[in-house]
């Protein structure tokens, strides 16, 4: 089974700073999706990146970019330009490609990402 | 163009109870996913719905039972309810069956057991 570590429960950046959150993954498997969600308090689950893992290029959307070390397992979300609205609960997801769609995601704990106007 | 929406918002019961959450796909697609979200942690997978038929199931009891209308919108039901089954209900869809389509999610049911 695949599992998804988020080692800081929490982080705090000034805001137009540079953050950047980890994400470290365990899996057998060569064919995936990765992906980081924000949840506001507001509670909805709002897709912010996401890289396929046959891609060896960096996805970026915007101030939100990865880096994405497949060798290492590892799947950071760095935020330039910090901005009041980026605070939230962050999570990193993981699914398979084997199962055509059929799988769930698999998250992380989240990291709770603190904005210091 | 709507997204996912669920119903309710905020439910109370009791243990022993039986509870059914209610999910409508964003406009096009037709898999529904659910999943269940304890207090500080992330969503856990419960189960998929794809074509009216569950596709992949998660480390979920028998409890844990769902079904999908031919308008691809969805219901989970949980029978016999514990205190442990407290937690935020999110519903996700996506479209067309492929591993490639993101999901997007709804705001959730906050499900509290007494």
Known sequence: AQTVTQ??????????????LSC???????????????QPPSRQMILVIRQEAYKQQNATENRFSVN?????KSFSLKISDSQL????MYFCAYRSAAGGGADGLTFGKGTHLIIQP | DAGVTQSPTHLIKTRGQ???????????HDTVSWYQQALGQGPQFIFQYYEEE??????????????????????????ALLLGDSALYLCASSGRASSNQPQHFGDGTRLSIL
């Open chain 1, 68 to 72: 994405f070390q497949k060798a290492a």
């Open chain 1, 7 to 20: 080692s800081q429960p929490e982080m705090s950046v000034q805001e137009a700073e540079t953050v950047t």
């Open chain 2, 54 to 79: 569950e596709r992949q199931r998660g480390n979920f009891p028998d409890r844990f039972s769902g079904h999908q209308f031919p308008n691809y919108s969805s219901e989970l039901n949980v029978n």
């Open chain 2, 18 to 28: 039986q509870v059914t959450l209610r999910c409508s796909p964003k406009s096009g």
């Open chain 1, 24 to 38: 470290t993954y365990d899996t057998s498997e060569s064919d995936y999706y990765l992906f980081w969600y924000k």
């Open chain 1, 85 to 88: 609205g980026d605070a939230a």
